[in-house]
Each structure stands twice: as C-alpha cells, then as structure tokens.
C-alpha cells in the first residue's frame, strides 16, 4: 500500500472506532441541525477531528477541507477532503449505512482514497494509477453493457428542492430503463459501489466535495468513469455526478439529457449557453 494511503487508513479507522462505539448509544447523542434537514452530532466532530490529528501528525503542512471543521491551510499542494460521518441521518436512526470518506487532493489532482464502512468492514481504497481494493482485493467495475439490465444507485434531494422536479423526472426515466434503483443514503459508499461492481451505476444533483472525492477516485480506479451531467469535469466542483461502467455511463448521459436544465449543464457548458442565448429566459428556475 502507498505509505501515504496508510496513514489515512489508519486515520479512517480510528475515526471509525468512535463512530461504533457511539452507535451503541445514539440516543445520547447530543443532535444539532446546521442548517434544514443536515445534521450534525459531536461525533461528527470528534471523528474528524481524530482524522486531521492523525493526518497532521504524519504532514504538519498539508491543507484541509472538512465537511465539520471546514477549511485551512488551502495554499498548499497537498489537501485532504474528509467526511468523517457520510450518512449522519442513517447514523441517527441507527440504519446501519454510513462510512468515513477520505481523499488526497494533490495540485488539483485526486491521488488517494479511503472509504471505510464500519459496520461491515468493509475498507475501499485506491491510489491513482495503482487500482481501487476491497479490504487488499482488487475491485472492477461491472462490464454489464446495457443500462436496461443495471442496477443503478442514486439519492434524493433533501435539503434544497430547487431541482426536485427535475429529478423527480429524471428517475422516472430511469426507474423504466434500468433494472432496478437503489437509495441507501451514503454517496460515498454508493460510490464505492460502483467501483466494487455492486452497482452499474450512480447519479445525484449537488453533493458535496467531501461526499464523492474519495469515492470518485475509486470508481476511476476501477475502471468507471466519473463525470458531471454533461460527462465533463465540473462533478467536483458543482457536486451533480454520474458514475458507472463505461457503457453505462454514457447510457445515462442520454437518459439524463433531455432534463438538463441551464444549472445543472457543465460549468463550461453553462459559460457558452449563456453567451449563446442571451436573450432567452431560463423556463426552470
Ligand atoms: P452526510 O450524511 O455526510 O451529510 C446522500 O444524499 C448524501 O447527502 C449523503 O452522502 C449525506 O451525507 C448527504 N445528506 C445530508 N443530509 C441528508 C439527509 N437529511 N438525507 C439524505 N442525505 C443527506
Ligand atoms: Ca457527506
């Protein structure tokens, strides 16, 4: 395993620790709502915390976006992306799907990933250009060409409706040209999915960074493709995200197309739509 890999190994599964033993007793938990429908509890906090102390034992002077403790030191080449707890809600009602997300960003590139599962054990890593691994197994994406026979994961907008129609409309789609869609709760870990080849395929409207960097990483390493709504790079950075096998992927891109609207287009897209159309007037927001 990469030396570097190994400390965030080491660091998810401490954060882990905390997070089962807390499981125990999530009625004791004290709970707070940071904003409508997104939780947060001190074990949240004290997982990342753990997770940074850890990664800065081993380098004092990489940068750090949490999704808990939010950022630092982002002038450096090397930045960490964590979500300690990636499934707080399932965590709170003791449905038993949550993970640790952790990804190394280096010069604007992902270079390691770590998605733990606690409740299985289930440890996902990949190091980009080495492969993506279940617990020290190598892990493919499925070769499952049609979207018609895939299993697809995916979530639901819960804290900002504006897109709800839009995506209410796009799983309709869906729901009638696959074989099946999944709604766990845990983009990190339906990400991770993916790359083990449990799922063909996922899609969601505005994650967080914290929520795919890691599992992203993965499903590149296992030979996915991971792209925003367009299938171009903006997925990071605007959170909308498709993810699969090759084939799948590009059968969700059609699937998807005819819903798009000028928000949820690529970053770059967006820019020459606008110059393009200026005159016309955006029917969905
Ligand atoms: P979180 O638990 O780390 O916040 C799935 O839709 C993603 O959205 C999850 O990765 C989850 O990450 C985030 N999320 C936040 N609040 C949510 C909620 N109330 N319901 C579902 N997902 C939520
Ligand atoms: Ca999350």
């Given at each position: 395993m990469h030396p570097i890999l190994t400390i965030a190994v080491k660091a998810a599964r401490r954060a882990g620790n905390i997070i089962t033993r807390a499981s125990q007793d999530v009625g004791a938990l004290k709970i707070q709502s940071k904003t409508y429908n997104d939780f947060v509890t001190e074990v949240d906090r004290a997982a990342e915390r753990e997770i940074i102390e850890t990664l800065r034992d081993a380098y004092p002077d990489h940068g750090f976006i949490g999704e808990e403790s939010g950022t630092s030191n982002l002038e450096s080449d090397n930045i960490w992306i964590i979500d300690p707890l990636d499934g707080t809600t399932n965590f709170l009602h003791g449905f038993p799907q949550y993970c640790i997300s952790i990804a190394l960003q280096q010069n604007g590139v992902l270079t390691q990933a770590v998605v733990y599962d606690p409740n299985r054990n289930d440890l996902f890593t990949a190091t980009r250009g080495r492969g993506a691994y279940l617990n020290d197994k190598r892990i493919r994406v499925t070769s499952r060409p049609k979207l018609q026979d895939s299993i697809i994961g995916t979530g639901f907008p819960f804290r900002d409706f504006q897109h709800l129609d839009t995506y209410l409309a796009m799983f309709k789609d869906m729901i009638k040209k696959t074989a099946g869609l999944r709604r766990p709760g845990s983009a990190a870990l339906d990400l991770a999915y993916v790359a083990a080849g449990w799922y063909d395929g996922f899609w969601e409207i505005g994650l967080s960074k914290w929520d795919i960097a890691a599992g992203a990483l993965l499903v590149q390493e296992a030979g996915g493709i991971v792209g925003d709504?367009?299938?171009?790079?903006s997925w990071l950075e605007t959170g909308n995200i498709v993810a699969g096998n090759p084939k799948v992927f590009s059968q969700m891109l059609q699937t998807l197309a005819p819903h798009l609207t000028d928000a949820l287009r690529s970053k770059i897209a967006e820019k020459i739509v606008h110059t393009d159309t200026a005159e016309q007037t955006d029917t969905e927001e």
């Open positions: 709504f367009e299938g171009n790079d």
